[in-house]
């Protein structure tokens, strides 16, 4: 994660900036690593992919409904950052002293392989570094979640919150299915309500998966049955490899500690499923998260 990113500021000019500048104005990475690609309001999708702004305010009017009385309770302020007429094709967290700022941008939305879920997935993964819990990373203070963790947070708790089983039965009954996605929510999940959650979930992650894959120009598909095999032994807080990320959401999803549970900022295990209390299923992909920080 860099403090500094999206606004060009490098090393040297960080360097001239005081430690109490850098704590009142911090700015992650964004969603995606840094990239020229822009996508204007003027754009219409050949496919009929990606939102509206309706849609747009849609998703992150739920975020804030559910997630503004949260951050109200540990004495924070929410403020979304709704930024359609930007055309980047990203999206950011900010922490400016108790106020934690998530920057929504359009040119994200816009993109074809963007859908509604897979944008609440995005959001998610930003209020995430807020309200993630460790592992966090940081250079002089440690307020935020790294990137690998606002993804597990996304399916793990955020996305939990914010649908609902009556939209989640819906979708199942009008979406096709990865039938693998649904037989590993099976094999965690007992009720049908819990099932449709986890594979909506999955689902998302695939959205904004094909979003990865067309910014990095890869040519193989990540699937739900092909985790990523790499196995680091230091935790990375970069963002992981698009099969990676695949396997952190649909690991989220798969972890069934309750959604409510706090997480914790130094604790791994809480909140979390770990194997060192015996779970196989729902744990951090080894592919970024190592047993080291």
């Given amino acids: 994660m860099k403090r500094l990113h999206i606004f060009g500021l490098g090393i040297a000019a960080a360097a001239t900036l005081s430690f109490s500048q850098l704590h009142i104005h911090e700015l992650c990475q964004g969603f995606l690593p840094e990239n020229d690609m822009k996508i204007s309001v003027s754009v219409q999708n050949e496919n009929g992919g990606g939102l509206n702004e309706a849609e747009f305010n849609k998703v992150l009017d739920r975020i804030e409904e559910v997630y503004a009385p949260l951050i109200a309770a540990e004495g924070g302020r929410l403020r979304i950052s709704r930024q359609w007429n930007n055309d980047t094709v990203n999206a950011s967290a900010q922490r400016q002293g108790s106020t934690y700022i998530v920057n929504m941008y359009g040119g994200l939305a816009r993109h074809s392989e963007i859908t509604a879920d897979g944008f609440s997935l995005v959001a998610c993964h930003e209020v995430g570094h ?164």
């Fill in 130 to 293: 807020h309200m993630g819990g460790a592992p966090k990373t940081g250079w002089f203070s440690t307020w935020a979640s790294n990137e690998g963790q606002s993804d597990y947070f996304a399916g793990l708790q955020c996305l939990r919150r914010v649908w609902t089983a009556e939209d989640n039965a819906r979708f199942a009954e009008t979406h096709e299915l990865d039938p693998f996605l649904v037989s590993k929510c099976r094999e965690a999940w007992s009720t049908q309500e819990e099932i449709n959650l986890c594979a909506r979930i999955g689902t998302a992650g695939m959205s904004v998966t094909a979003l990865f894959r067309d910014l990095r120009q890869e040519t193989q598909d990540p699937q739900f049955n092909t985790p990523d095999r790499r196995r680091v032994s230091r935790t990375d807080n970069a963002h992981p490899a698009t099969q990676c990320r695949l396997d952190t959401y649909f690991q989220g999803g798969l972890c069934t500690k309750r959604f409510d549970e706090s997480l914790s900022n130094n604790d791994v295990a809480r909140g979390t499923c770990v194997e060192s209390d015996g779970f196989t299923l729902g744990t951090r992909p080894r592919c970024w998260y190592g047993e080291t920080p």
